[in-house]
């Protein structure tokens, strides 16, 4: 099972220079739990500045959810985001449409998100590197918190990130 590449408590530790210096220029960003609250459509004021920082970092993103109602596309909207919806991730299709929609190539993207079996996983079949977030609520889909019950199991001592590799600001 690949791991994601590194982990942090939520996006807002993670640095636009810092991704700048990994030698990536482009993001692959998932929304439910990641920058938004599951079944909330309020961005809060730092997430809009975090997404705000990529943008001044001069970063391609594009957001890339499995959800398809209009909510993922209101939220991609507000963040003047290019967005994939319905993605049905682990699958590559959709990540290789992001790129496509943004211009960028795997080598130089980066995947965020919260979940190990649709984020981590799928960022691995393409070979680029996933931050993990933690999720943003504790409620979810049925099937969402059986697949996190395992991705426990799995992860187990693996979700607390190494100062080394946080990406703090």
Not at 81 to 101: I, N, Y
Not at 118 to 128: E, F, K, Q, R
Request: with cysteine; proline share 6%.
């Amino acid at each position: 099972m690949p791991f994601p590449t590194y982990y942090v408590d939520s996006v807002l530790d993670i640095d636009p220079a810092w991704i700048k210096a990994q030698g990536k220029d482009s993001v692959l960003v998932d929304l439910d739990n990641t920058l938004l609250p599951r079944d909330t459509s309020t961005f809060s004021p730092e997430i809009m500045d975090w997404v705000q920082s990529l943008y001044d970092a001069d970063l391609k993103v594009c957001l890339l959810s499995n959800n398809w109602h209009e909510r993922v596309h209101t939220a991609a909207d507000e963040l003047d985001m290019k967005l994939v919806s319905k993605a049905v991730k682990p699958l590559p299709f959709a990540f290789f449409a992001a790129l496509r929609r943004v211009g960028a190539k795997r080598k130089n993207t980066i995947m965020v998100g919260d979940q190990l079996f649709t984020d981590a996983l799928g960022s691995a079949v393409l070979g680029m590197p996933c931050v993990m977030v933690k999720p943003l609520a504790a409620h979810d889909l049925k099937h969402t918190l059986f697949l996190r019950n395992i991705e426990k199991l799995i992860m187990r001592d693996r979700q607390t990130a190494p100062e080394s590799t946080t990406l703090c600001r």
